[in-house]
């Protein structure tokens, strides 16, 4: 049976420290022992651009991915994935990215690092301190070696230009320059880019739209609640909140968004 509409799942921390955007190690890895052992396959990105031109997926088929680039992504995230053969994709502020040797990971040789809530983490960035609580390159090479990520592009500097710039085409020259940064960094540092980009904090206009378009991006990802359909836009591919619960909560999500129509009116009543 083939896939009617494939769900798009959206975290951002895997922590211990509650706080906004994000859930605990233990709702994380129960997320991913559900998919597993109800028979799910994870997918790139790639095969979601494939699914949207009309090639066939299985029924049971989801993506998953994560903003931003947290420490947190690889201490706690990447050895759940890959106890259960998992894969996601992250969407990398590549700004944020630092270099040096990679951290220790939950359940392995060496002190597990601290991996701060979600206000704490951009306090630390604001502060020129992102590695403390982002990424390093290292972590980032070394999850795409595991096969547990993969990598794309959330601008270089997750800055809102609409609300920076009010002349338009300053606008678009500085959200121009942004994605160029963004793209060389993926390309030096991994040796290639994807025409992948999710938006910072889910903004979009149809400016935004044609500068990535220009910049060589053609499939691009929202917070927009909802269904990706075989004939869905490549331009608006929705994702759901996946939120600190496990059960009966995420069980219904998972079946409810992989069926096109069920998906589609839930969206549009409820949304959650």
């Known amino acids: 049976m083939s896939a009617s509409a494939l769900p798009v799942l959206m975290y951002h921390h895997v922590s211990p420290s509650p706080g906004l955007v994000t859930v605990s190690p233990d709702t994380f890895r129960a997320h991913m022992a559900w998919l597993a052992v109800h028979g799910y396959r994870t997918v790139g990105c790639d095969d979601l651009a494939g699914f949207l031109a009309g090639d066939p997926l299985p029924a049971k088929t989801v993506l998953i991915t994560f903003d931003d680039g947290y420490l947190d992504n690889y201490v706690y995230a990447h050895p759940a994935l890959r106890e259960h053969g998992l894969h996601a994709a992250i969407f990398l502020v590549t700004g944020w990215i630092g270099d040096g040797p990679a951290r220790p990971c939950h359940g392995g040789s060496g002190a597990t690092p601290e991996c701060p809530d979600h206000r704490r983490c951009m306090e630390s960035v604001a502060a020129g301190d992102s590695d403390r609580v982002m990424l390093r390159w290292s972590e980032v090479e070394a999850m795409r070696a595991a096969g547990t990520f993969e990598f794309h592009s959330h601008t270089h500097t997750h800055t809102r230009w609409d609300q920076r710039i009010a002349a338009l085409p300053a606008r678009r020259e500085a959200l121009a320059g942004d994605l160029e940064r963004s793209r060389a960094e993926l390309s030096a540092r991994l040796g290639a880019v994807s025409g992948h980009l999710c938006w910072p904090q889910g903004y979009y206009d149809d400016d935004y739209?044609?500068?990535?378009?220009?910049?060589?991006?053609?499939?691009?990802?929202?917070?927009?609640?909802?269904?990706?359909?075989?004939?869905?836009?490549?331009?608006?591919?929705?994702?759901?909140v996946i939120k600190d619960k496990v059960g009966a909560w995420f069980a219904t999500r998972m079946w409810v968004y992989r069926h096109a129509a069920i998906g589609g009116i839930y969206a549009r009543l409820r949304g959650d």
């Open 209 to 240: 739209r044609q500068v990535a378009r220009n910049s060589g991006f053609r499939y691009l990802y929202t917070v927009r609640k909802g269904v990706n359909r075989a004939n869905s836009s490549a331009e608006t591919i929705n994702r759901i």
